[in-house]
């Protein structure tokens, strides 16, 4: 299964961008789905994950609200749409999916496939 990350680019403070994730090779039925997010000089970071029985979300307490995860499931899409932007938010955004996941907010989610991300850069 390979993922697909897109929707990324340049925004400014304040502004919104709703970030893709697509699979190819199945689809995400029985997947559990998360985001996470590397600026730069940092290390990689959690920012959502959800199950896909039932929709349970667990989100970075920092950003729950802000972004927001969805899935669109005709089209087969999840989604991270974020709010009020900032420069902090910066960085590459990766799409998981696999068997894990977590109700806690933590990096350490072994899921199964990971996309290549897509690059958010928030100008202020």
């Known amino acids: 299964v390979q993922l697909q990350a897109s929707g990324g680019g340049l925004v400014q403070a304040g502004g919104s961008l709703r970030l893709s994730c697509i699979p190819s090779?199945?689809?995400?039925?029985?997947?559990?789905v998360g985001w996470f997010r590397q600026a730069p000089g940092k290390e990689r970071e959690f920012v959502v994950n959800?199950?896909?029985?039932?929709?349970?979300?667990t989100y970075k307490d920092s950003l729950k609200d802000r972004f927001t995860i969805s899935r669109d499931i005709a089209k087969n899409t999840v989604y991270l749409q974020m709010n009020s932007l900032r420069p902090e938010d910066t960085g590459i955004y990766y799409c998981?999916?696999?068997?894990?996941?977590?109700?806690?907010?933590?990096?350490?989610?072994?899921?199964?496939?990971w996309g290549r991300g897509t690059q958010v850069t928030v100008s202020s």
């Open positions: 998981a999916a696999g068997n894990a996941w977590s109700s806690t907010a933590t990096m350490h989610i072994p899921f199964d496939y």
């Open positions: 090779g199945r689809t995400f039925r029985g997947y559990n």
């Open positions: 959800m199950r896909w029985n039932g929709g349970i979300t």
